[in-house]
């Protein structure tokens, strides 16, 4: 089992690039990016062996961008999670957001409750969206809880206190940057990192079977040796 990533996290990088390529706003390939999130979704929950897909959909530092753009993602986001709720419900699909939510409108915070709790009861591929996420601040608020709660730091009760315990197995980038950018930190200790130019608007299921199938010939040693 350890050649098949039970869980599966995804940078998705550059919306904002495919659009301008194509004379459009920015705006635009988020609304496309949106399109293939629904596309890997469901070839995730195709295959049974894939537990969990985690997405990094708006980070910590993505208040940076300007205002209106933060405020068409946010209505972007509310609209998908409302308009994907049966795609969930009918692909056994279970939603679970990640991140601090506290900063969100009430809404959207509403609108993200209701999703979760409705797929509660589902029991296959588990579908993760990053919301204001940034690692370094999972760690923190995680370990924060910990003292609040006068509990032990170590690894395994910091791990159960993080917003995903789950240890990533494959963490792909679109957009062509070799980097995290803060994005589960701690789950992806040991995970095996793949980079790709391609970006998210283009990114299809068959460069993600493509990306599966090389991981499966890595040998993975965590630490030890053959």
Not at 34 to 53: D, F, G, N, S
Request: hydrophobic content about 35%.
């Amino acid at each position: 089992m350890s050649n098949q990533p039970r869980h599966i996290a995804i940078i998705m990088d550059g919306n904002g690039r495919w659009a301008e390529s194509k004379g459009k706003t920015r705006t635009f390939g988020h609304e496309k990016g949106a399109e293939v999130v629904r596309t890997i979704t469901t070839y995730c929950a195709t295959h049974p062996e894939i537990e969990r897909l985690t997405l990094y959909a708006f980070s910590t530092e993505n208040w940076k961008r300007p205002k209106l753009e933060v405020e068409f993602l946010m209505k972007l986001l509310e609209k998908y999670l409302k308009n994907e709720l049966p795609t969930y419900l009918e692909g056994n699909i279970r939603f679970e957001p990640i991140g601090d939510l506290s900063l969100f409108s009430s809404s959207l915070r509403k609108t993200i409750t209701h999703v979760r709790e409705a797929t509660e009861h589902c029991t296959g591929l588990v579908q993760s969206l990053a919301l204001n996420y940034g690692g370094q601040d999972e760690i923190v608020r995680a370990a924060n809880q910990l003292c609040e709660a006068n509990a032990p730091i170590t690894t395994e009760s910091l791990t159960q206190a993080l917003d995903c315990p789950s240890d990533v197995d494959l963490l792909i980038r679109t957009g062509g940057d070799n980097r995290l950018s803060n994005f589960l930190l701690w789950q992806s200790a040991y995970a095996e990192l793949f980079f790709t130019d391609t970006l998210w608007p283009d990114f299809s299921e068959n460069e993600l079977n493509d990306i599966i199938r090389k991981f499966k010939t890595v040998e993975r040693r965590f630490g030890g040796i053959n």
